[in-house]
């Protein structure tokens, strides 16, 4: 533990300590040789101008480009049968790709064997997927383990030096409450207790990011489930939802980043993958996941019932019987918006509702409208 974290100082939004390091008339003062206190050199809480603190700017840094952040917290959340797991070890598996160290804690190891086949196949269907997962700097454990207890957070710190030199820049905890010991969904200050134990014990340890899976609420679908604390005290959230549970498409909405702007959803389909093992016959299947940019859609189009929402729609309408093209750029929907009196803060309600209504998906750079039901 460093000692900014052993201060309780949160060191993901600070610079390296040695750059406070000036010197300073206040370090320079003594309070004689005599004085029991400490100088002012010692001290680290160091105060810095606001011409110092823009001079060192802080940009986002990458483990998926617009996707993943470095060295941050990561909540992802859907319902059973979302697909959320197979989207968290696709980006395991890009990061590893990358020739970085990945960590993945499987809480239902079974079946983890046929989504590694699946991916590599997947992704490179001219190479055999030994040789494929064998150059992956990618390592997991298929069991659950209660990561509520230091002891354990120590004993897997301990695993992961076994590996070697090379440290690992992602952690993914899949599910939440399957690693742990039940109690991070029960209140606040559990959950707070929890994400400060894996945050000073694996994020500030090894600089990584912690991407952890969980469900839904049972009666709220929108965010996780659990205290509120679990999406307020991370830094990014994701959203994972499958509108039609008859077609293998799902929809990712990230809710906020740590040093830079959410992107628009995205979205993935999965494929069926025919694997090498045969069961009574007939070989068995898994999935993988492909980016796409015709995200899915619910299979009937809906009215939207929000007065913002239905003056949006009939703006879109009106706007698209003339338009040479579906696509509709981001300045674009925030200038029909802005006209229709649509609130700054209302906007990404009335996209969420339209694009889930089955009227708008995300495109590059914008949206594409649906003139006709899909």
């Given amino acids: 533990m460093n000692a900014r974290t052993e201060l309780g100082v949160d060191d993901r939004e600070l610079p390296p300590l040695e750059a406070y390091a000036q010197d300073s008339p206040g370090a320079r003062r003594s309070n004689g040789a005599g004085d029991a206190h400490e100088t002012a050199s010692s001290n680290p809480f160091k105060l810095r101008s606001a011409a110092q603190i823009a001079a060192q700017p802080q940009t986002a840094l990458w483990l998926i480009k617009g996707v993943l952040e470095r060295n941050a917290l990561l909540l992802m ?17 890009q990061t590893a790709d990358g020739g970085e160290q990945v960590i993945y804690l499987h809480a239902e190891g079974r079946g983890l064997w046929k989504r590694l086949r699946a991916w590599a196949m997947h992704r490179y269907p001219n190479t055999s997927w030994q040789q494929t997962l064998d150059r992956l700097p990618f390592h997991a454990l298929e069991r659950p383990i209660n990561l ?75 965010r996780a489930r659990g205290p509120y604390a679990l999406m307020a005290n991370t830094d990014a959230n994701y959203s994972v939802e499958r509108p039609d549970p008859l077609k293998l498409e799902i929809i990712v909405k990230v809710g906020r980043m740590k040093d830079a702007e959410s992107p628009p959803p995205m979205a ?20 993988a996941l492909r980016a796409t940019e015709r995200p899915a859609v619910a299979t009937r189009r809906r009215e939207p019932t929000g007065k913002h929402q239905t003056a949006m729609l009939s703006a879109l309408q009106e706007h698209f019987r ?47 409208y649906l003139r006709d039901p899909e």
């Fill in 322 to 368: 003339t338009a040479p093209t579906d696509l509709l750029s981001s300045l674009e929907w925030r200038a029909i918006g802005k006209a229709q009196g649509v609130p700054r803060q209302r906007f990404k309600e009335v996209e969420d509702a339209l694009v889930k209504f089955g009227w708008i998906v995300p495109s590059v750079g914008g949206w594409r």
């Fill in 268 to 287: 993935y389909v999965a494929d069926v993958i025919e694997l090498d093992v045969f069961e009574d016959g007939a070989p068995m299947t898994s999935l």
């Fill in 148 to 222: 509520s207890a230091d002891v354990v957070v120590a004993q897997l710190c301990e695993a992961i030096e076994q590996l070697g030199d090379k440290k690992p820049v992602l952690i993914i905890v899949d599910t939440m409450g399957r690693n742990s010991d039940g109690t991070v969904e029960r209140s606040t200050e559990d959950a707070q207790v929890y994400l400060n134990r894996l945050d000073n014990g694996l994020r500030a340890v090894y600089g990584c990011s912690v991407l952890f899976v969980t469900h839904v609420g049972h009666a709220v679908k929108d």
């Fill in 77 to 93: 959340f859907g319902e059973l049968g979302s697909l959320k797991s197979f989207l968290a070890l696709d980006w395991a598996l």
